[in-house]
């Protein structure tokens, strides 16, 4: 009676793997069937450069000076290769490889996709900034200046795969990314006395290598550790389902779904980010940020967590890319009280707007505000009242049981009801991403001004590329705040 009740169970469960295998290899088959349908790959899905920084370089470049010299031989052969299609390609309109377009990054004489460096007479501290995925160190300029102004030495960095052709980013693995985080942390370092403080600014997949890289200077030795951390959108937890974009990835090394290598196939016309995005690189965030939650509690069981500078965050609540929640359980819940602060940016509630905001979203500010261990220090921006766009700072400092408002200087612009992932590091007029950039002029296309209706199925690009929100209404507060901790600091 027993063996038959285990070959029965057996049977059941075979049966169920085999119906499940069966299912996803369906779902698999018909998307790569669906995707054949759409957009051709372009050259800039399926050339490779062969100039660009890996962790295989390692051995033979050990300082930033051999980086860069590595990154000029990248943006050659990328002007070569723009050079060389534009002969086969006659067409024209805003394709960010082609030269003359509006969205050409090179025209203006000083491509901004590219690392920059500055140093002042006089060095007062040090800080490494580490853009997002798909993006370029324009993401970070605006942060570079204010602590350029400041008097610090600023290196801001371009990771390898960014910046140039977003085929780079369906062969490159997040090792690559973080060996070269670590030859620009050893730069800045270089700059600075012992007693000087040297930050490290990490933006969405940048702000999980910040994490990464100041873990590992905690209990390796050889490496200076962060004096402080600042992270916009922290890339802590994404979708679990990206780690099915291996199965992808391996089915479009098949000639005849090439294109299910890619999650998005876009045309670029955006002169600093990709519009493009391979499955690769879904799979090397969910890679990174796993690596990162693993080590994270395994440093806060052994007690090494204690040993982490002050964290100081901007997320905004809703956030389509990385997942909110996880900042609050999977880091702030296990810092140890070392001034650490998070800084969430509510939904915009004036009117009619909160009745159609997600109950959960709303569940998740309760927790952040009013759960939690206490021993860092919490910042909500909401609405002043109920039906009026200023908002107003509440903030609760670490060990403390109640928060404390300020009225502040900024509004909700019109018809905008949240923040976005992409917002944070742009202000309002920035050239390109800004939502009222103030030079029609610009040299760029002004693509944080497109609001375009009309009906679904007539442009080439879906409307919640367009939808989305570029700029960040309330950017003034994060330099006011990082402003502040500098000051701290020093």
Known sequence: MLRKTLR?????????????????VTLILARAIAVRSGPDLEWWHTERIDAEFSLADRETVTTFDQYLAKEAAVFQELEAMVDNHAALDQRTGLSRYRKGNASYPGKAGQNLNRSSQTRPPVVRGGVLLLHGMTDSPYTLRHLAALF?????????????????????????QWQDWYAAVKLGARQVAMQLKPEQPFYILGYSNGASLALKYTMDSITERGSR??????????????????????????????????????????????????????????????????????????????????????????????DSTVITSAVLDILYEKLPQNDSELVLFDINRTGELKEYIRPKHKALLDRAMNGGSGSYAVAVLTNRVGNAPGVIELRRPAGEPDFVGRT??????????????????????????????????????HLGRLQMLGESGALILPPTLLQRLRSNPFYGYIEERIDEVITQDM
């Open 148 to 172: 350029e102004a400041r008097g610090f030495y600023v290196l801001n960095m371009r990771l390898p795969g960014h910046g140039t052709i977003p085929a780079e980013l369906d062969r490159m």
């Open 408 to 445: 502040l200087a900024y509004a909700w612009p019109e018809d905008v009801y949240s923040l976005s992932h992409v917002a944070l590091p742009f202000p309002l007029d920035d050239e390109v991403y800004g939502l009222e950039s103030a030079e029609l002029d610009s040299r760029y296309p």
């Open 225 to 318: 550790p962060p004096s402080r951390l600042i992270l916009l959108s922290p890339m802590i937890a994404v979708d679990s389902l990206a780690r099915f974009s291996r199965l992808f990835y391996w089915l479009g090394r098949l000639e005849f779904f090439a294109q299910s290598r890619w999650l998005d196939i876009f045309p670029e016309y955006d002169p600093h980010k990709y519009n493009s995005f391979p499955m690769n690189a879904g799979l090397q965030s969910y890679k990174l940020s796993t690596t990162v939650a693993a080590q994270l509690q395994r440093m806060s069981v052994s007690g090494q967590l204690q040993q982490m500078p002050p964290i100081l965050t901007f997320q905004s609540l809703v």
């Open 8 to 24: 029965l169970i057996l049977r059941i469960t075979a049966f169920v793997v085999a119906s499940f295998l069966l299912v996803a």
